[in-house]
């Protein structure tokens, strides 16, 4: 395989943003006829090694060579007239044009100028409906591309990056949003292209796709270049040690152990939990005082759990008890009421209102318990605010202060202030500690901890499988959207991601 | 200086001071006030009193604006509430010259803001409910209710009597007008719901951030039904001070282009069109903008025809004025001057 030439190399790639060393010397070499993995946790870099090669950035130092050839793609337009293309996660097909006016987008065949010079659609049909049938696909080239289902379009999308001759094909989680069957059928067109000689570069969470269709892997963490393995020579474990960056001690441990002993009454049970293309059939339980933690890589379905839970999404199967008795989830407003709360992974986006002083955010969730009719005094929400400020230490000017002004850590804990005001059943906490620094982070652990053992449940869910692993009485680990096995308190880092890299 | 010009009431502020600074030039009569038989007259009190009806319908639709929806079926609205009020006051001349309404007065005038809060809950539900654009909602009642208005009349303007209706269009209390009494009645309740309600803090939460306000399990259907309700208990208002002034309801043209002209107020008092960020007392001092540029208009001795021109001229000014991007062209270039210099 090694013999497979070199179609592009890129080395020592660095790329700065703002506060952040998105890259420091990172690197990539694709050869022909292979399909390459590029793997890494999140923020190690992926998706701007990719915009660096599509040209959506310009790297501050490094190379890039296609064919032998120093190449700086300027913009994406750029990258594709130099033959890389790129296909997305969702796919970028105008819903509105047909599958051929797609494929041919941009590089529409002319009729000669004595017939007017306009578009030739005859030209146009033929083009796109010879492509696919090079590549065995069997799409209807006139129907509307929005009126296929979304696994054809993720398909045309691939026909489309490659009619122009691609040298490169970048594939950025092209998986996320396909069942099974249609895996298969993406995967047989990535191997027919790959056989044509396409160096193929496959971004994705799931292992065991990796391990299905790649030839090589390339390891990335914190920007930098970890290595370049042969899928043959490095096994799960090994992979995922590369991406989290430690040893990993074998396989011994055992995979699933349920715990033993533990007599607290479940306070919320959810049974054959799932929703298409986001979770797969799951059960679970929270017990009173526990701290459940939810462990898992990026993508294994960590804040898809816990959005299904608050109803925050439709679930499409699956029963949630709560004491014993089945709850109507409908909506967020229904979880608040049979006593759920949900810190969110994203604080700006759906956790605070800027605008709003410390007290409103505080008290907003009990309010919205309370209904319209009842309503919380304003010294009851001084007085409300004022101790949940001092007992988890938010600092802040004043309770009067807009939320925004604060710290990441400090604006979080209002966040969990808001939900402890409400006296939650179990309390979701997902990623409460990213982006806050290491004291906020500490203090925080130590809240949840303290949450717990006033009885409430906890479901903790964090990318630092260290942070989960100190933390939780027992660890739920996920793995491609389904759950890979459950640990007893107790359990080190080594057997969650066991785990994780038992494909 | 700095954290003034940031507040978010100077931009308007100071537009309208500019506003009558320049009229006061022009006119030095503008910044005088009488007392005259126990009410308070001058320029600046006709602007106020003129002003009251954009004020209350523009408060309503800050609301509405602020839950990032549109409301432009108000003027429709005040048509209607308008037309109701004056078909069940009416009046007829008695033997005695003595003049009796058709119904009692509070009946007229609580029928028309149940009509004018009906139009309102209607938008709502087709908003929430049947999950249409807000503006194609309220499109539909722009055009409906004004047809329904004229159904109602028979196309014929409505003329009023009955003395005492003409109290809330042109009545004076503690020697202000009445309907300016009645704008800042309602900014006064508004401000206290606002602040100190449930319904006040949801509508800010959804306002601020609705993806925020769903996670913590705040219901946006109710508030948002609420909202739009309000909005047109609101043009009701005014339509009744417009047509107790007017001492009539003209089913054509009462509320004309008022939706235009309360969108116009809200966006000068500096709530942003897409929501979030509102201000009540923004709105007011909008609509106080825009009926000081009428008056300027007219007390410049513009001949009519050119009215519109002017109107959109001084519109213009006072929005780049009022763009943080416009002015950031220029202190770009201070500083950057100031930074040659050194």
Known sequence: ?503 | MKRLTRHAAFWPLATLVLLVLLNAVFNPAFLTLTWRDGHLYGPLVDILNRAAPLMVVALGMTLVIAVRGLDISVGAVVAIAAVVAALLTGGAFSAGGEVSSEYPLWVALGTALLAAAACGLWNGLLVVKAGMQPIVATLILMVAGRGIAQLLTGGQIITVYYPPFFAIGSGFFLGLPIALWIAAGLWAVLYLVLSRTALGLFIRAIGGNPEAARVAGVRAAPITLCVYTFCGLAAGIAGLIISSNVKSADANNAGQLLELDAILAVTLGGTALGGGRFSLGGSIIGALIIQTLTTTIYSLGFPPEVNLVVKALLVFAVMLLQSAEFRALFTRRASAHAGARE
């Open chain 1, 1 to 503: 395989m090694s013999t497979a030439a070199i179609v592009l190399q890129a080395r020592d790639i660095s790329r700065a943003f703002p506060g952040v060393q998105a890259l420091a010397g990172a690197g990539l070499t694709l050869r022909a006829g292979e399909v390459h993995a590029l793997m890494g946790q999140n923020g190690a870099g992926k998706s701007t090694l990719i915009k660096v090669l599509t040209g959506v950035y310009a790297p501050d130092a490094g190379s890039i060579e296609l064919l032998g050839q120093p190449i700086a793609p300027k913009s994406p337009l750029h990258a594709q007239q130099l033959g890389i293309s790129a296909v997305h996660q969702e796919s970028h097909l105008l819903p509105n044009l047909s599958v051929a006016e797609n494929i041919c987008a941009g590089r529409y065949p002319r009729l000669p100028w004595t017939r007017g010079g306009g578009i030739d659609w005859r030209a146009t049909h033929k083009r796109a409906k010879d492509l696919l049938a090079g590549l065995g696909l069997d799409i209807d080239v006139d129907q509307l591309a929005g009126g296929l289902p979304a696994a054809l379009q993720q398909l045309a999308a691939v026909a489309r990056a490659v009619a122009g001759d691609a040298r490169v094909l970048i594939l950025d989680e092209p998986t996320s949003s396909l069942d099974a069957g249609e895996v298969r059928a993406l995967f047989e067109l990535i191997r027919r292209l790959r056989d044509q000689g396409v160096a193929i570069l496959f971004v994705t969470h799931f292992l065991d796709q990796v391990y299905e269709i790649c030839d090589r892997i390339t390891v990335l963490r914190n920007g930098r270049l970890v290595g370049e393995y042969a899928c043959a020579k490095l096994d799960a474990h090994g992979l995922v040690g590369a991406m989290v960056g430690r040893e990993l001690a074998g396989a011994t441990q055992p995979a699933t152990q349920t715990p033993t002993g533990d007599a607290a009454p479940a306070v919320l049970s959810a049974s054959n939990l799932s929703r298409r293309g986001q979770l797969k059939p799951l059960d679970f339980t929270i017990r009173a005082g526990e701290t459940l933690g939810l462990a898992g890589l990026l993508g294994s379905g960590r804040t898809e759990l816990a959005r299904l839970l608050f109803a925050l999404d439709a679930r499409d199967s699956g029963d949630i008890e709560i004491d014993g008795k089945k709850a109507q989830l409908a909506q967020p407003a229904d979880a608040l009421r049979l006593g759920l709360g949900f810190c969110p992974e994203d604080r700006k986006h759906s956790g605070i209102v800027a605008d709003l002083s410390v007290r409103e955010n505080i008290a907003l969730a009990l309010q919205a318990r309370m209904g319209l009719r009842k309503f919380l005094t304003l010294a009851q929400q001084r007085e409300l605010a004022e101790k949940l400020v001092a007992a988890l230490g938010i600092k802040t000017p004043g309770i009067e202060a807009p939320i925004g002004q604060l710290s990441g850590g400090n604006q979080q804990k209002a966040i969990i202030a808001r939900w402890l005001a409400t006296h939650p059943r179990v309390l979701i906490l997902d990623e409460p500690t990213r982006g806050i620094d290491v004291a906020a982070k500490q203090e925080l652990m130590n809240e949840i901890r303290e949450l717990a053992s006033g009885g409430t449940a906890v479901l903790f869910i964090s990318s630092e499988i260290e942070e989960v692993v100190r933390v939780s009485d027992r660890i739920l680990v996920l793995r491609d959207r389904a759950k890979a096995g459950e640990l007893p308190r107790g359990a080190d880092e080594d057997a969650v991601y066991s785990l994780i890299a038992s494909a």
